[in-house]
């Protein structure tokens, strides 16, 4: 029977819990055991599909076609284990199935209620579909005192006692903040926090506790006493130069060791972790240095653009490089020539993006990467508005746009309605709701024998996630190849441009789908690994 770990986070938001969890999961799948991470989120949307991402960070697309959070990016980058829609649930989503089961009469006449309704349906979710694991690793977004959150909290601490006595482990993690003047790390906003998850019932097994420098033993013992842990189960999470290191950080204060003696399971064998001392290694000692333009929207945010620069950075992993990001709004090409931005840079990237402000800026960096020779990368978005660019500059279709911008008589981008999921008709209607209705999940895709985008993944079938309403016209197919860019990649039906790329250009590519999702620390995505390199040759020319 699979064994739990519930991870709450106190004092502040933004502790990284997401990597705290997962990089536990890659511990205990060091030690030889089957994990499975799973991620409650309080808040009120259904899911983050219609979430900004300057709100709430990038939407991270699953295998299932669900958008979930990010951090279960951070989960799969660090197990391997592809999540799934069963692995993220939010009260919005709760609340939903339980009114439409109200609605249906299921309830037979019963008073519906927060204990045990909702309780019990965050219970079975929490529950189902664990028997290939080990252990289920559940972590609780928000910070204990959330009024949204109180529903998964009382959950969480009712499987305490429904489940077998020593199959439970609470971890909380929580923050020291250095006080300058005193010149002190303070213990107190932890004793609030383990106060305040107590009154709630719920007495943590370990605490996680991050600090930007080593925590006193004199801390550590008071913490232990006032928090009511065992001093050994108090943990420091010290601040490290890659989150890659926080699975080798967690391990060296003994995490994992103190998260097995909780369960009473002998900790000995120590876990292998070679694979996590190999990829640290080659983001410590680069032999080179790579600088790649972002051209984007969201640039402020770091987090709308997660999944891709971990990706980028397994590229340069790959390559043994360090890869420097410039991040550049493209809003800015749409004023200024673009020329100073991106001549020094020796590739440009255009991301996964929505909407009309700022896409001119995008072509004008297409255009400056196709004249230039520079290589240019294209995801979803970024592959939409370079072919708007080779169909205005190389085929002559000077009003070449995105039915996404309003009406055009060109729609070289255009809105889809239909189309087909394995042998299944999708349908969508123009005007629809906004909420899980793109193309979205894993598609196969056939791409052209002999095509570079084919030698890079050295197959010609290749699946990938995907997340977008528009697509390539494929009824322009015949003037963009005439004009020199190929559709290499095309749905298994021949309807749907899933890639396409310049024949006369070092490396200049775009995918309608997001490849970042899928790379790997431990398995960089061959186009990034690709895309890195093509950026380091090209370095070497100017
Ligand atoms: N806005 C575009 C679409 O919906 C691209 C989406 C994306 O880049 N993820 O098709």
């Not at 799934?84 to 339980?98: A, E, L, P, S, V």
């Not at 370990?206 to 065992?230: Q, T, Y």
């Not at 390559?319 to 991040?327: I, P, T």
């Not at 699946?463 to 860019?485: I, K, P, Q, T």
């Amino acid at each position: 029977m699979a064994r739990y770990i519930f991870i709450t986070g106190g004092v502040v938001s933004s502790l990284g819990k997401g990597i705290a969890s997962a990089a536990l999961g890659a511990l205990l799948q060091a030690r030889g055991y089957r994990v499975r991470l799973r991620k409650l989120d309080p808040y009120l949307n259904v899911d983050p599909g219609t979430m900004s991402p300057t709100q709430h960070g990038e939407v991270f697309v699953t295998d299932d076609g669900a958008e979930t959070d990010l951090d279960l990016g951070h989960y799969e980058r660090f197990t391997g284990r592809p999540a799934t829609r069963m692995d993220n649930i939010t009260t919005g989503r709760i609340y939903t199935n339980i009114i439409a089961k109200e609605r249906r009469g299921d309830y037979l006449g019963a008073t519906v209620q927060v204990i045990p309704h909702v309780t019990d349906a965050i219970k079975s979710f929490v529950l189902n579909g664990n028997d290939d694991v080990d252990f289920v690793l559940v972590e609780i977004g928000g910070t204990v005192g959330d009024i949204e959150a109180l529903p998964f909290f009382e959950a969480i601490r009712q499987l305490g006692n429904e489940l077998p006595r020593g199959n439970v482990v609470y971890i909380h993690l929580t923050l020291m903040p250095y006080i300058p003047a005193a010149g002190e790390l303070k213990t107190k906003p932890t004793q609030h926090s383990v106060k305040e998850l107590r009154s709630i019932g719920i007495q943590p097994d370990i605490l996680l506790v991050r600090a930007d420098r080593p925590v006193p033993a004199e801390e550590r013992r008071k913490m232990s006493l006032f928090c009511n842990v065992r001093e050994t189960a108090v943990i420091q999470a010290l601040d490290v130069a890659t989150i890659y290191d926080v699975p080798i950080a967690y391990h060296k204060e003994g995490l994992d060791t103190e998260v097995l003696a909780a369960f009473g399971i002998d900790p000995a064998p120590a876990p292998k972790l070679e694979r996590w001392l190999q990829v640290v290694d080659g983001i410590a000692n680069p032999e080179g240095e790579v600088t790649i333009a972002i051209v984007g929207k969201y640039t402020g945010l770091k987090d709308a653009y997660k999944s891709l620069i971990e990706a980028l950075q397994h590229g340069g992993i790959a390559n043994r490089v360090r890869v420097n990001l410039d991040w550049i709004e493209s809003e800015v090409f749409e004023k200024e020539d673009p020329t100073p931005y991106l001549e020094r840079v020796n590739a440009i990237l255009v991301p996964g993006g929505f909407g009309e402000r700022g896409s001119e800026g995008k072509i004008l960096a297409a255009k400056f990467a196709r004249e230039h020779k520079v290589p240019y990368f294209g995801i979803c978005f970024g592959m939409q508005m370079a072919v708007i660019e080779s169909a205005r500059s190389l085929a002559g279709i000077e009003d070449a746009a995105s039915s996404e911008f309003g009406p055009t008589k060109e729609p070289v981008v255009g809105i889809m309605t239909e189309w087909l999921k394995g042998n299944e008709l999708q349908q969508r209607a123009e005007k629809g709701d906004l909420g899980g209705t793109m193309r979205l999940g894993a598609y196969e895709a056939r791409l052209k024998d002999g095509s570079r985008i084919a030698q890079i993944y050295g197959s010609t079938e290749i699946s990938e996630r995907h997340r977008h309403r528009y697509e390539v016209n494929r009824s322009y197919r015949d003037r963009l190849e005439a004009a020199g860019l190929s559709f290499a990649g095309m749905s298994p039906d021949g309807l749907l441009p899933e890639t396409v790329e310049l024949v006369d250009h070092p490396w200049f590519i775009g995918v309608q789908y997001h490849p970042e999702l899928k790379s790997r620390p431990f398995e960089p995505h061959p186009l990034f690994a690709s895309f890195v390199e093509a950026a380091l040759v090209r370095s070497r020319l100017v």
